[in-house]
């Protein structure tokens, strides 16, 4: 690897990057350049949020030198279903920072209340025996920070108010670092960086030139990290391919009321006809409601606000019923536009987590408990194929650099078995949530399926795929279906037979799409790669373990 590496802000400049400030640690929070200009990292992590706080804790804790780089500078909000699962609360508890969230007031819910078209089951949130719960809410500007002082407390160095300006590669192309230009100016709060299943639309993690009186720097390190959510800059500089892109369908709007009736705390979740409702409470004794409008409605939707979300949220029964005396807080936010998608998740010194390399309709309410299923994952592959930097010393020329260079290969490869992985794990979730967030009718065998095992006393197992232990095709199985589809026939229901086969159909495409990815090639058409040509990230079949 040549000393000298190419700065680039999107592969256009080519120039050679030179840090200005000069500063440097002689530890963990960075360390010199021969020539004392540049810091130097194992890690940088970009976005320091859900997924890159949590991931720059989990390295810290291992031994690696860690940057964790965020536009915003905390308290800041970002527009989020945040609501988080059993797993994650398992997570959040393992990692040491469950105590401080349940101390925003955030209950532990333990209860559920189901609507799937005209089938409706109270049931309680299945947990295991470590589960700390079943399900909390935490609104992003208490949740972030606990985050990231954890990173911190862990040993890596947190720069906020910090954007990313370029990617660093060396003359190979690998990515050796970034740009980074810190403005010396409030936070506009945009909430841009690592996100979840809500991030607005005009959020970004990096871009953006230098404010006046404010500093470039570049950071350097063996291996770069996007956490910086949907808009991400390391994606776009990278050039990280997105495939399996689809619309929304559904506009979310959202809100919070004070002053309601919780009794035992629950999550609420009922989609119908051309509705979804979700109710929960959250931090500060308050409840959060999040209704999905038909985007042909939502002009006269927003001009109905807020007494349209009311109307809406009512329209469920138990949402409905805590909300009899409540008071709505601030003003209603909404979301009309977004997409679904997985980029391509690593290539030669770069690897994307969270919403940076894959985003689920949020209607799923899996943005949170997702980002950290991959950042423990992406941990345990980083750590166990790159070195801490004391154990480099030596790797600079001759036989070391031959070394580095074998290293870095191994480091290649397990972040690609790691991309692998996360398609697998996460690709069947995607399109159940792409079906449960879509405006068509809902297919008569879903409804008729869980009827089954409401009667059965198995229903709460929906809220095991919620929990992400299992999987849609655990719930439909070929069995249950055949079941329903004997049910609807002997009711005359002969249109579920068309409706089954239009099932099948889609499923055989969206397989041969996990085998061969449509990548798209603009924001408005995708394609699918020539047979012959090669693809970085294959998919992996499989099932979780």
């Known amino acids: 690897m040549s000393s000298t590496d190419a700065s680039t802000d999107g592969g256009t400049d080519g120039n050679t990057d030179a840090g200005t400030d000069g500063s440097a640690g002689a530890d963990r929070d960075g360390r010199s350049s021969p020539s004392g200009t540049d810091r130097h990292f194992d890690v940088i992590v970009v976005g320091a949020r859900c997924a890159g706080a949590p991931l720059a804790t989990l390295l810290a804790r291992r031994g690696l030198a860690v940057c964790l780089v965020e536009k915003a500078t905390f308290p800041s909000d970002t527009p989020s ?3 988080f699962e059993a797993d994650a609360l398992a997570f959040f508890d393992d990692l040491g920072v469950l105590d401080e969230l349940r101390g925003t007031g955030a209950p532990l819910v ?13 049931t309680a949130w299945p947990v295991r025996t470590e589960d700390p719960g079943g399900v909390m809410s935490v609104r992003r500007f208490r949740l972030d920070p606990v985050l990231a002082r954890a990173a911190v407390n862990a040993g890596a160095t947190l720069l906020t108010g910090t954007a990313v300006t370029g990617v660093v590669r060396a003359e190979d192309g690998r990515v050796t670092g970034v740009r980074v230009s810190t403005e010396e100016r409030e936070d506009e709060g945009d909430g841009g960086d690592e996100g979840d299943e809500g991030e607005a639309e005009a959020g970004t993690a990096g871009g953006g030139g230098t404010g006046a009186g404010g500093s470039q720097e570049v950071l350097r390190a063996r291996l770069v990290v996007g956490a910086d959510g949907r808009n991400s800059t390391i994606a776009r500089l990278c050039g990280a391919r997105e495939y399996h892109v689809t619309p929304n369908q559904f506009a979310l709007f959202w809100g919070y009321f004070k002053g309601a009736e919780i009794g035992e705390p ?8 051309d509705r979804v409702v979700l109710g929960c409470p959250t931090d500060d004794g308050l409840y959060q409601v999040q209704v999905g409008v038909d985007p042909a409605r939502v002009k006269e939707f927003r001009a109905g606000l807020p007494g349209s979300l009311l109307e809406y949220a009512k329209a469920s029964e138990p949402v409905a019923r805590v909300l009899e005396n409540a008071q709505l807080v601030g003003k209603p936010g909404g979301m009309t536009h977004w997409e679904g998608y997985f980029r391509e998740p690593t290539g030669p010194g770069w690897a994307l987590v969270g919403d940076a390399g894959h985003f689920k309709d949020p209607t799923a309410g899996r943005g949170i408990g997702d980002a ?8 345990k592959a980083i750590t166990a194929h790159l070195p801490a930097h004391d154990e480099e010393a030596g790797l600079g020329t001759g036989a070391g650099a031959a070394q580095r260079t074998r290293l870095e290969g191994e480091l290649d490869h397990a972040l690609r078995e790691w991309g692998e992985w996360r398609d697998a794990e996460f690709t069947e979730a995607y399109w159940f949530a792409v079906d449960i967030g879509s405006l068509a009718p809902l297919p008569a ?4 399926v869980l009827r089954e095992m409401r009667a059965r006393g198995t229903a709460n197992q929906l809220f095991e795929m919620v929990n992400h232990r299992a999987n849609p095709s655990d719930i439909l199985t070929g069995p249950r279906i055949l079941r329903a589809v004997g049910r609807l026939l002997r009711h005359g229901k002969f249109g579920v037979l068309r409706e089954v086969a239009a099932l099948g159909a889609r499923e055989r495409t969206r397989r041969a799409l996990t085998r061969r990815p449509a990548y798209r090639t603009s924001r408005h058409t995708q394609i699918r790669p020539p047979h012959s040509a090669p693809r970085e990230t294959p998919l992996a079949e499989g099932r979780r373990g």
């Open 81 to 83: 279903t945040h609501i």
């Open 372 to 379: 950290l299923l991959q950042a423990n994952s992406l941990a």
């Open 266 to 273: 629950t999550f609420a979740f009922h989609r119908w006809a």
């Open 445 to 448: 065998v879903l409804p008729e």
């Open 110 to 122: 333990g209860l559920a209340d189901a609507r799937i078209g005209d089938v409706r089951w109270p």
